[in-house]
């Protein structure tokens, strides 16, 4: 079985500020992870996805996320945050068997002028 | 190119009703899935079609709740004797499929929402 826990289902931050999304994971197989924003009636947007190749991956507007398996986490950080950032983001996984995506419930951005 | 596509994007119906759900996938794409996004939630696998096949159903909550996709392409989602309960928004989304379909990125349309009153 799989699934993501997503903490804290409201983000607030200064622009400028570093943005931190955090996502934990479950999975009994080798997970693979996905950041997928959603703007403001607009569909879904992958940010980026980690595949079992380097840990560390980067995505578009800046953001990044860290595969961390002794932490089953993959949490997605921004440096600075833009308004164009406020958004509604989603981490999901999925495994090496089957073909189910689970999506966690949510955070949303508020980036503060 | 174009997007995926899903008509209508607003549906209002009465309980009981009989509802279809149409999505247009990226030309190419053989992966194809629906899934439900009640409000405050993350969208909630229901259907999964590779290709003509329907792959994977078992997200989809209970029998009143039908998907096709007849030439591989578009597909339908249809829901019979509609319910308050189901109303959320329908989310479509393609992928290239095929062997790497753990790793695909899925392509969403911007959803239908339905509303059963």
């Known amino acids: 079985a799989q699934s993501v826990t997503q903490l804290g289902s409201h983000v607030s931050v200064s622009e400028g500020a570093l943005v931190l999304l955090r996502c934990n994971y479950s999975?009994?197989?080798?997970?693979?992870l996905f950041w997928y924003v959603q703007y403001p009636n607009q569909g879904l947007q992958l940010l980026l996805k980690y595949t079992s190749a380097a840990t560390l991956v980067k995505g578009i507007n800046g953001f990044e996320a860290e595969f961390k398996k002794s932490e089953t986490s993959f949490h997605l950080t921004k440096p600075s945050a833009h308004m164009s950032d406020a958004a509604e983001y989603f981490c999901?996984?999925?495994?090496?068997?089957?073909?189910?995506?689970?999506f966690g419930t949510g955070t949303s951005l508020t980036v503060i002028p | 190119g174009a997007g995926v596509s899903q008509t209508p994007s607003n549906k209002v119906t009465e309980k009981g009703k009989y509802v279809e759900l149409r999505c247009d996938p990226i030309s190419g794409h053989t992966a194809l899935y629906w899934y439900r996004q009640s409000l405050g939630q993350g969208p909630e696998f229901l259907i999964y079609f590779q290709g003509t096949g329907a792959a994977d159903d078992s997200g989809l909550p209970n029998d009143r709740f039908f998907a096709v996709r007849p030439e591989g392409s578009v597909s339908t989602l249809k829901i019979q004797r509609t319910e308050r309960g189901d109303s959320a928004v329908y989310l479509c989304?393609?992928?290239?499929?095929?062997?790497?379909?753990?790793?695909?990125?899925?392509?969403f349309g911007p959803g239908t929402r339905l509303t059963v009153l």
């Open positions: 989304a393609s992928s290239l499929g095929g062997a790497t379909i753990n790793t695909d990125t899925q392509y």
């Open positions: 999901a996984v999925s495994g090496s068997t089957g073909n189910q995506f689970y």
């Open positions: 999975s009994s197989v080798p997970p693979y």
